[in-house]
């Protein structure tokens, strides 16, 4: 496989942006045009990672105090004062397993260090089950703080943080 970039997410990035989240939207909420522009408005993170010059991932991540309402954003933000919430990671299903989604946390992981950022936190799908999800984040550190039924019903999330006292986190 080629070189892995990351980089910013740009505006020459969104229609392919939307095409990963509609591929993967089983895990994820839908997003339209104009939700994914707030969305990134909000970011305190948006980046994009390339293979070949075609993106295959994106990430978005917020800090706290952020008009997001996200049910799992607002639930992390009841309980800490200061985190970054990972809301979405999405890589291509044709570019699993070609550790595109490590290249991309790590970035995104490192650069928690500058930002001060004490506890970073993200959900994963335990109902219907993502075992590959919640394997991921295990080997990144992160742990169970809580659980929340959320789609009406239809799922039900693992909250989960990993703290970091300002180390750089590694996988393990």
């Not at 969305?39 to 075609?54: F, M, P, R």
């Not at 500058?114 to 991921?136: G, H, K, R, W, Y």
């Amino acid at each position: 496989m080629s070189e892995i970039t990351i980089r910013d997410l740009e505006s020459k990035d969104l229609h392919r942006v939307l095409e990963l989240n509609e591929e993967s939207v089983h895990f994820l909420s839908p997003l339209d045009m104009d939700q994914l522009q707030a969305l990134i408005y909000e970011a305190d993170i948006a980046k994009v990672a390339e293979v070949s010059g075609s993106v295959e991932a994106f990430v978005l991540a917020f800090r706290e105090n952020r008009r997001y309402d996200s049910v799992n954003y607002q639930w992390f933000a009841g309980k800490y004062d200061a985190f970054l919430y990972i809301d979405r990671v999405v890589v291509s299903v044709a570019m699993h397993g070609n550790g595109i989604g490590k290249a991309l946390y790590k970035s995104i992981l490192n650069s928690t260090r500058v930002m001060e950022v004490p506890v970073v936190a993200a959900e994963i799908d335990i109902e219907p089950e993502n075992p590959v999800s919640l394997q991921f984040h295990k080997r990144f550190g992160f742990e169970e703080v809580g659980k929340q039924s959320v789609a009406n019903g239809k799922k039900v999330v693992s909250l989960q943080v990993v703290t970091l006292n300002n180390k750089k986190l590694q996988e393990k």
